[in-house]
């Protein structure tokens, strides 16, 4: 719930500077549609892009297959692309990456070579129900996230800020302290790509700074490294509504910033901050309790 009230929170705003977002509209703080010649143009209030539609498509297959499944997942990116060839608009602004491994699995070619070489975070913006369902053991959690990202995302950047996200929901989920939660999962990133762990760890240290400043060293854009910092640093930095406020106004991938840091504050604090005034216009929230229950079912059915 918290990472699609992120994604809806940052959809109308995703790609612009933020610069742009404070001349425009202020701090987004209320769901809105995306503006007339936005690249998300026909998309309501509240409802989410392909960050939450990947994440349903990955926690479904899970639910169905009792556990995470390559095979099944890839599945399930195939139906979405068919979708693609009967409406443009369902795919929800996917990514090159993305949309290039879909075609290439449709095309025929198996799911072990259709991941791109790109260090964006379309691995990382997805992959917080391997982290709900296996959060008891930090291995499987690792070895789950990276094996979900090859399929579209191949590069060792994107590959780490997946670890870091599910390592990071994990670790939320037991009620660590976020810092604490912060330093776990840099230190399991980086032993996919030690730039990650070094990127990861400076942001303790901007959690006194002015929020510009803090986002300028972060970085904003698509890459894994970049959305996956600026999404801890709002994680840390804020409660949790205030967090997905800022990780939507930050300027750039505002989406996915503000629907990681929605991932990490739903599996440390629950659903109960998430405002009515979002909810009301959340889109799909009965498939999305739906689908949340049915991880937690599964979670309860891993050993220990």
């Known amino acids: 719930m918290g990472l699609a009230a992120g994604d809806a929170l940052g959809m109308p705003v995703e790609g612009l500077s933020r610069r742009e977002i404070k001349s425009v509209v202020g701090r987004v703080q209320d769901m809105m549609p995306a503006p007339v010649g936005h690249f998300h143009a026909g998309l309501r209030a509240g409802q989410y892009t392909d960050d939450t539609l990947q994440t349903l498509i990955l926690a479904e297959g899970m639910i169905e297959a009792g556990g995470f499944s390559a095979a099944r997942f890839c599945d399930g990116l195939r139906a979405w692309g068919e979708a693609w060839k009967l409406d443009t608009s369902c795919s929800r602004g996917a990514g090159l990456a993305t949309r290039s491994a879909v075609e290439a699995m449709m095309a025929g070619r198996d799911w072990q070579e259709t991941g791109v070489v790109l260090p964006t975070c379309g691995a990382a913006m997805r992959v917080a129900p391997v982290g709900l369902v296996y959060h008891r053991d930090l291995s ?165």
């Open 140 to 304: 499987l959690v690792a070895s789950y996230a990276k094996l979900q990202a090859a399929p579209t995302h191949c590069s060792a950047a994107a590959a780490a800020g997946a670890v870091a996200v599910a390592v990071g929901v994990s670790l939320s989920l037991l009620s660590l302290n976020r810092i604490r939660v912060l330093e776990m999962a840099a230190e399991q990133a980086g032993k996919v790509w030690p730039p990650m762990r070094e990127h990861l760890q400076r942001v303790p240290d901007l959690l006194d700074m002015d929020e510009e400043l803090a986002f300028s060293i972060t970085g904003t854009s698509p890459e894994a490294k970049d959305t996956v910092a600026a999404a801890f640093y709002c994680h840390l930095a804020h409660e949790p509504e205030e967090a997905l406020i800022a990780g939507a106004s930050a300027g750039g991938d505002t989406d996915s910033i503000a629907s990681i840091a929605g991932a990490l504050a739903g599996a440390a604090c629950g659903s109960g901050w998430i405002p009515n005034r979002w909810l009301e216009v959340l889109e799909g929230r009965q498939r999305l309790e739906r689908t949340a229950g049915g991880l937690a079912d599964l979670s309860a059915m891993i050993p220990d």
